[in-house]
């Protein structure tokens, strides 16, 4: 049966089989020796060590988010790229300057993360931690809003909006009437959101707001003109401690491993060598020239649950 070489594989792990397989390179210490008995294959006399189809294997399963691979087809894929490997040596590739700097930045590489994978194993972030940043996070939780919004071009639009309300206008179906937003055709329906959510013009207001009342002055938003409608508001409810734990834990990692680096910083004697970028010149200011007015924005309807991109969601 013909094997062919396995795409995947030859992207995304040809670093991790060059560096514990290249003998040849000069700037690192070798790859350790394998013997027949830990052997899968051999190769002119090379033998292709068990541990490193098996590291192989795990790398592909996980870069293919569970998609796995006949054994005998990543073993084919290590021994041609052993044949490879080998060719490439014969012919010396392996002493050009260009290879070799490439090796050098991939050891130095290998090396940084091991260094921080280190640390992180000397130093796991506890139960106890994860816990303290969870009730630390769940304490300042806030609020959420229930709010619908009419989205208009200009402010006099939105004043005659507002006065149609004062008036007894229903909110729901002026939005359908009037809103440019494509939640317009829902009646401007925003559902809950946190006020993180929103522009800071938009929140602010929202904020301000008491429930069943809409806003008597029009606000701006890089979007057009809102009239908001507050429809309701409540305390955020905090997922369990137990759903969050392993999602809290990889920011907390990030947190020690920069506290780390930050201390080796500053204990160390650092110079830079990097001269200065020369500050720029301020150009010349030009006569504007006339344009056309911008059209509306215009959006197909988002999938539900998400903001649209005239809706005033994205900060």
Same mark, same amino acid.
């Given at each position: 049966?013909?094997?062919?070489?396995?795409?995947?594989?030859?992207?995304?792990?040809?670093?991790?089989?060059?560096?514990?397989?290249?003998?040849?390179?000069?700037?690192?210490?070798?790859?350790?020796?394998?013997?027949?008995?830990?052997?899968?294959?051999?190769?002119?006399?090379?033998?292709?060590?068990?541990?490193?189809?098996?590291?192989?294997?795990?790398?592909?399963?996980?870069?293919?988010?569970?998609?796995?691979?006949?054994?005998?087809?990543?073993?084919?894929?290590?021994?041609?790229?052993?044949?490879?490997?080998?060719?490439?040596?014969?012919?010396?590739?392996?002493?050009?300057?260009?290879?070799?700097?490439?090796?050098?930045?991939?050891?130095?590489? @290998?090396?940084?993360?091991?260094?921080?994978?280190?640390?992180?194993?000397?130093?796991?972030?506890?139960?106890?931690?994860?816990?303290?940043?969870?009730?630390?996070?769940?304490?300042?939780?806030?609020?959420?809003?229930?709010?619908?919004?009419?989205?208009?071009? *200009?402010?006099?639009?939105?004043?005659?909006?507002?006065?149609? @309300?004062?008036?007894?206008?229903?909110?729901?179906?002026?939005?359908?009437?009037?809103?440019?937003?494509?939640?317009?055709?829902?009646?401007?329906?925003?559902?809950?959101? *946190?006020?993180?959510?929103?522009?800071?013009?938009?929140?602010?207001?929202?904020?301000?707001?008491?429930?069943?009342?809409?806003?008597?002055?029009?606000?701006?938003?890089?979007?057009?003109?809102?009239?908001?409608?507050?429809?309701?508001?409540?305390?955020?409810?905090?997922?369990?401690?137990?759903?969050?734990?392993?999602?809290?834990?990889?920011?907390?990692?990030?947190?020690?491993?920069?506290?780390?680096?930050?201390?080796?910083?500053?204990?160390?004697?650092?110079?830079?060598?990097?001269?200065?970028?020369?500050?720029?010149?301020?150009?010349?200011?030009?006569?504007?020239?006339?344009?056309?007015?911008?059209?509306?924005?215009?959006?197909?309807?988002?999938?539900?649950?998400?903001?649209?991109?005239?809706?005033?969601?994205?900060?």
């Amino acid at each position: 049966m013909k094997l062919k070489l396995i795409p995947l594989i030859l992207a995304g792990t040809a670093l991790l089989y060059g560096c514990t397989q290249e003998k040849a390179q000069e700037a690192a210490p070798a790859a350790p020796t394998v013997s027949k008995a830990d052997a899968v294959a051999s190769v002119n006399g090379t033998y292709i060590g068990k541990k490193t189809l098996e590291t192989l294997e795990k790398e592909i399963s996980e870069r293919s988010q569970g998609q796995s691979f006949p054994k005998e087809q990543l073993l084919e894929e290590l021994i041609q790229r052993e044949l490879l490997i080998q060719l490439a040596v014969q012919k010396q590739l392996d002493k050009s300057p260009e290879v070799m700097e490439r090796l050098a930045t991939i050891r130095n590489s @290998l090396l940084s993360q091991a260094a921080l994978q280190d640390y992180l194993k000397s130093n796991p972030v506890s139960d106890e931690e994860i816990k303290a940043e969870y009730d630390s996070k769940m304490a300042n939780a806030g609020n959420e809003y229930k709010a619908s919004h009419i989205l208009v071009k *200009t402010e006099d639009e939105a004043k005659k909006l507002i006065a149609e @309300l004062d008036k007894g206008g229903n909110f729901a179906e002026l939005a359908k009437k009037n809103s440019i937003d494509p939640m317009g055709s829902e009646g401007g329906d925003l559902g809950w959101f *946190t006020a993180d959510r929103m522009v800071p013009p938009f929140s602010e207001a929202v904020v301000a707001l008491e429930n069943g009342k809409y806003t008597k002055q029009p606000v701006q938003t890089q979007f057009g003109w809102h009239v908001i409608f507050r429809e309701d508001s409540r305390a955020v409810t905090p997922p369990p401690f137990d759903a969050v734990k392993e999602q809290l834990r990889p920011m907390l990692q990030r947190q020690k491993a920069q506290a780390m680096i930050e201390n080796l910083r500053k204990s160390a004697k650092v110079e830079i060598m990097l001269p200065p970028e020369p500050a720029k010149q301020p150009e010349a200011p030009q006569a504007a020239e006339p344009t056309d007015p911008a059209p509306a924005p215009t959006a197909d309807k988002p999938a539900e649950g998400q903001p649209s991109e005239t809706a005033p969601a994205a900060k």
